[in-house]
């Protein structure tokens, strides 16, 4: 601003300088997160408590770029945001004004490019936006972004319950609680419609597509150009994909705060994890709902504890799945039931991984991020440990006299 170059724009200085202060807002969030990546890799991969103590503080101070751990880690994780400005505009609280018309319409007024002249913009709402705007120009419509106070929302003021519970998170039904009550059972439902509706969409405009590549190459331009323009838009099909995350979404909010009606505390697997090693999902479009349903669920989760004021815990999940929650060996997960061969019992599956996701949160071994294959080897040690806890089946008089005499001692320890 010092050497003018805003000028050359012909924008109003105070709307510049709120546009600029948000860019570099955007920057700030792209580089914390990074950060946040970061120092979990230094949790996985330093061991040396002094060498990982000194990379976070190098961290917290931005030091980073001499260490050649940090600096790689950094590079990987630092990727380069996107803060598009050239389609949107901060405009500061004092800045405009809504007016309410005699046909009950609302009405926003912002500055424009000429001094004293004010754009107005009719709202398709009757309620005022209030502190600092974003206004995002797309496709010839006008959105108004403002942030809202979320301990204000009525559904911020539902106390939250008392008890402790675990969940899973899954696809046909949003969350699966340890009581093995079923919420937001309406999302299997939802997704398949969708999977099947773009399929089916697909399909058609390859079809189309590859007509107006024909009419192309045959030199009829007008033909191939009216079909890319009638025929295969975007804003149809960006608007059914926002109207479908909408539904996904209130179905899985409703979920959550079921969930978080009877509890204090929900605990919850940490998903920043299990998505590190998966970063092809394929074309299959079940698969890529589902990991974003997921992300959606957490989301929830996070947004609606923090505002009635329940605690989310986050613990490690690997093997809650193919874990029985009754005796804790390893079973075999086939659809929805779980098959554990020692128990011989049937469990629901998602209701087995709900249980043990719960009993993860007091587990004195397995921690946050206790790698996959060390949980692993807990869980056969407590298996095996179990085993030898088990009377001989040996009934002989010897033996019973062997274990009266030293009914502490186990009965395969030699003298
Ligand atoms: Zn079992």
């Given at each position: 601003?010092?050497?003018?170059?805003?000028?050359?724009?012909?924008?109003?200085?105070?709307?510049?300088?709120?546009?600029?202060?948000?860019?570099?807002?955007?920057?700030?969030?792209?580089?914390?997160?990074?950060k946040?990546?970061?120092r979990?890799?230094?949790?996985?991969?330093?061991?040396?408590?002094?060498?990982?103590k000194?990379m976070l503080a190098a961290l917290a101070v931005d030091r980073w770029?001499?260490?050649?751990?940090?600096?790689?880690?950094?590079?990987?994780?630092?990727?380069?945001?996107?803060?598009?400005?050239?389609?949107?505009?901060?405009?500061?609280?004092?800045?405009?004004?809504?007016?309410?018309?005699?046909?009950?319409?609302?009405?926003?007024?912002?500055?424009?490019?000429?001094?004293?002249?004010?754009?107005?913009?009719?709202?398709?709402?009757?309620?005022?936006?209030?502190?600092?705007?974003?206004?995002?120009?797309?496709?010839?419509?006008?959105?108004?972004?403002?942030?809202?106070?979320?301990?204000?929302?009525?559904?911020?003021?539902?106390?939250?319950?008392?008890?402790?519970?675990?969940?899973?998170?899954?696809?046909?039904?949003?969350?699966?609680?340890?009581?093995?009550?079923?919420?937001?059972?309406?999302?299997?439902?939802?997704?398949?419609?969708?999977?099947?509706?773009?399929?089916?969409?697909?399909?058609?405009?390859?079809?189309?597509?590859?007509?107006?590549?024909?009419?192309?190459?045959?030199?009829?331009?007008?033909?191939?150009?009216?079909?890319?323009?009638?025929?295969?838009?975007?804003?149809?099909?960006?608007?059914?994909?926002?109207?479908?995350?909408?539904?996904?979404?209130?179905?899985?909010?409703?979920?959550?705060?079921?969930?978080?009606?009877?509890?204090?505390?929900?605990?919850?697997?940490?998903?920043?994890?299990?998505?590190?090693?998966?970063?092809?999902?394929?074309?299959?479009?079940?698969?890529?709902?589902?990991?974003?349903?997921?992300?959606?669920?957490?989301?929830?989760?996070?947004?609606?504890?923090?505002?009635?004021?329940?605690?989310?815990?986050?613990?490690?999940?690997?093997?809650?799945?193919?874990?029985?929650?009754?005796?804790?060996?390893?079973?075999?997960?086939?659809?929805?039931?779980?098959?554990?061969?020692?128990?011989?019992?049937?469990?629901?599956?998602?209701?087995?991984?709900?249980?043990?996701?719960?009993?993860?949160?007091?587990?004195?071994?397995?921690?946050?991020?206790?790698?996959?294959?060390?949980?692993?080897?807990?869980?056969?040690?407590?298996?095996?440990?179990?085993?030898?806890?088990?009377?001989?089946?040996?009934?002989?008089?010897?033996?019973?006299?062997?274990?009266?005499?030293?009914?502490?001692?186990?009965?395969?320890?030699?003298?």
């Open positions: 601003m010092a050497d003018g170059t805003h000028v050359r724009f012909g924008v109003l200085a105070n709307a510049w300088k709120e546009t600029v202060r948000d860019a570099m807002a955007d920057i700030a969030a792209n580089l914390a997160s990074a946040l990546e970061v979990r890799a230094i949790g996985r991969r330093i061991n040396d408590p002094a060498e990982r000194r770029a001499a260490d050649p751990f940090l600096a790689r880690q950094m590079r990987k994780h630092w990727r380069r945001g996107r803060s598009r400005t050239d389609h949107q505009i901060v405009v500061r609280a004092d800045k405009y004004n809504t007016v309410t018309d005699g046909r009950g319409r609302l009405w926003l007024a912002v500055p424009g490019l000429e001094r004293r002249q004010m754009v107005r913009i009719p709202l398709s709402t009757a309620v005022a936006p209030t502190g600092t705007l974003r206004l995002i120009l797309r496709r010839g419509r006008v959105e108004v972004h403002y942030q809202i106070d979320a301990s204000h929302m009525r559904s911020s003021q539902r106390p939250c319950g008392g008890r402790m519970v675990g969940v899973d998170k899954g696809y046909t039904e949003a969350l699966t609680d340890s009581d093995g009550t079923h919420h937001g059972t309406g999302l299997g439902k939802l997704l398949t419609a969708e999977s099947d509706r773009l399929k089916e969409r697909n399909r058609r405009r390859a079809k189309l597509r590859s007509i107006a590549n024909t009419a192309a190459a045959r030199g009829d331009h007008a033909k191939a150009h009216r079909i890319t323009a009638n025929n295969l838009g975007i804003v149809k099909r960006d608007r059914q994909a926002a109207r479908h995350r909408a539904q996904v979404r209130t179905e899985i909010f409703t979920a959550v705060h079921r969930v978080i009606d009877k509890a204090a505390t929900v605990v919850a697997e940490d998903l920043t994890k299990r998505f590190a090693g998966r970063k092809t999902l394929g074309k299959n479009i079940n698969r890529r709902l589902a990991g974003w349903t997921k992300g959606v669920s957490a989301e929830a989760l996070r947004n609606v504890s923090e505002r009635r004021g329940s605690a989310l815990v986050h613990v490690n999940a690997a093997y809650t799945s193919q874990t029985c929650h009754r005796c804790g060996r390893l079973g075999r997960r086939g659809g929805d039931r779980f098959h554990c061969t020692c128990c011989g019992v049937v469990w629901q599956a998602d209701v087995n991984a709900a249980i043990n996701i719960l009993q993860r949160a007091g587990d004195p071994d397995i921690a946050l991020h206790t790698p996959h294959h060390v949980v692993r080897q807990i869980l056969q040690d407590r298996t095996d440990r179990r085993r030898t806890r088990l009377p001989v089946q040996d009934s002989s008089p010897a033996t019973a006299e062997r274990r009266a005499n030293h009914p502490n001692r186990s009965t395969t320890s030699k003298k």
